[in-house]
């Protein structure tokens, strides 16, 4: 299709013909480039030129995990605005903090061996950081040789503030116990006016930033996140993807970047303008081509919808994510998708876009 469009000069037409013969050279797009692609009237053409890029990088090829999620509490001091998980503390309704029996039971009723162990939850005000060791040590026992992906840099910061403790000592006792990589949660969006409205007590982008950088430093890879279509304007989602190349080419340790949307449903954050699938996909797209040092895009059918995330397989994601088995904070902030997906209807959903299946574990080595 792309090759349609430039022999009739569609992008030209548009005024985006630079844009396009960098995308088609591999040359790196500017902050205005990316504004410009934002503010284009057709997001087909933005989702062409994301499509062209994934599928330089590779081919038809859509990754998918064998994963299981594990929340080990909702209660967080934090108090985020736009966060329907998060319980204050552990009197209020709803609120849960799971023992390691109760995590063994979980991990114990998967009846498939899991390629990924996927673990996050608030920041307690109590947990000692032996909790998480503890935690760690046990899904190692069980699960040897599953990718142990566990705790945002924000728990990271949380953990080595109540232990007074440097976040690299935190990491390496971690490490120690069995963790392999760090998700990417709690980015957010990094512009300081946008946080200090929807996350105020949270670590701010530097420090998020930062800890991220030191953990690639010790060898751990990471994955990174951005949250968009609250607040933010599409001039801070460009600021933001640009942030997050920058510290891609300073220490190079992020595999994956997840585009999370907004969901509105059970925020007590109100937007004006609910995110449009349109939308959701050109921010995908956008993403896809600004990121050009990080290898993956999740299309991340939790918090997507299996229809929209179906689509972004063309429009510059390569990654599926996996069958979850039970995924509590995105269906808190009012995510209407299924709690899991088996092997089959993964491999069928990603064959239906006429693209192929690929099972890979959580650093994307193929299984």
Sequence with gaps: MIEFFIKNNFYANLGLGDVQEKVMEGKRLSREDGLRLFECDEPLAVGTLAHHVRTRMHGRKTYH?????????????????????????ESRTGAFTLSMADVAAKLDANAAEPNEIH?????????????????????????????????????????ASLAKLSTAEVL??????????LTGGGAEIFDPEIRQQICPRKIDADEWLRIHGEAHAMGIRTNCTMLY?????????????????????AS???????????????????VPSPLTGLEQL????????????????????????VKVAQAALKFGADDFDGTVVEE?????????SAQSMSVQELEGMIRGCGMEPVRRDAQFNEV
């Design 65 to 89: 995990v064998v994963n299981q999620h594990i929340n080990y509490t909702n209660v967080c001091v934090n108090g985020c605005v736009f966060c329907a998980y998060q319980r204050e503390d």
């Design 328 to 336: 509590k904070i995105g269906h808190e902030a009012g995510a209407d």
């Design 252 to 270: 190079g340790g992020f595999t994956c970047f997840i585009p999370l949307p907004f969901l509105t449903e059970n925020s007590k954050l109100k």
């Design 172 to 181: 390496t006792r971690l490490r120690t116990a069995g963790l392999d990589m």
């Design 229 to 249: 279509g609250h607040l933010e304007s599409r001039e801070h989602r460009v600021d933001h993807l640009i942030r997050l190349r920058e510290q891609q080419d």
């Design 119 to 159: 673990i996050v939850g608030g920041c307690h005000p109590t947990l000692p950081l032996s909790y998480y060791e503890e935690l760690l040590a046990l899904v190692r026992e069980r699960l040897p040789h599953t990718v142990i992906k566990s705790f945002t840099v924000t728990e990271i910061a949380h953990f």
């Design 282 to 305: 050109r921010t995908i797209a956008i993403s896809r081509l600004m990121l050009d040092n990080i290898s993956h895009i999740k299309s991340y059918w939790i918090m997507l919808g």
